[in-house]
């Protein structure tokens, strides 16, 4: 079988339960959240093909050097499209609705976001669930939540009989 390139194209089998961590990282003059050639640029958007499922990422003794507001994150909705029978059903896949970003000890300098916390989460602006959270602000120009609330988290399915499984649930 031919592999699955580009790898920013892998699809759910591949990354199902995965989680994603960076230590020590430095982010650095992102002070726009365009690029001298009038293309969109941001620290953090999601992969445009992942509809399936977005691993938890946790970033520790991360650094932010001179990162404007508008240029720290983008988290884009569920493409519409996917909303067919081939496939996500009647409803866009939802992985982009799942995005958990996590942040622990994290340093910033010069411009910096409007993040006031060393520790902090950033997650997907769906209202509903957003709204119930504890400790959390909409950042509509992110199309996110900043949340100080460290129990949250993705919620993986894992299903033992997958050709049986019920979408209605």
């Not at 720290?72 to 896949?93: Q, S, Y």
């Amino acid at each position: 079988m031919a592999s699955k390139i580009p790898i920013h194209k892998i699809k759910s089998d591949a990354s199902w339960g995965t989680e994603v961590e960076v230590f020590r990282v430095t982010f650095k003059h992102f002070l726009t959240d365009t690029t001298a050639c009038g293309g969109m640029q941001r620290v953090f958007e999601r992969n445009p093909t992942s509809a399936d499922y977005i691993p938890q990422h946790y970033f520790d003794t991360v650094t932010f050097d001179d990162v404007a507001d508008t240029a720290l994150i983008w988290l884009e909705k569920p493409n519409a499209n996917w909303a067919n029978p081939t496939d996500c059903g009647d409803f866009p896949c939802t992985a982009p609705d799942n995005v958990v970003l996590h942040f622990e000890s994290t340093v910033f300098r010069g411009t910096r976001p409007s993040i006031q916390a060393s520790d902090f989460q950033l997650v997907s602006r769906v209202l509903q669930a957003g709204q119930a959270y504890s400790q959390c602000e909409d950042k509509m120009s992110w199309n996110a939540f900043l949340c100080l609330n460290p129990n949250l988290g993705v919620l993986l399915f894992e299903s033992l009989d997958s050709d049986n499984f019920d979408r209605s649930i």
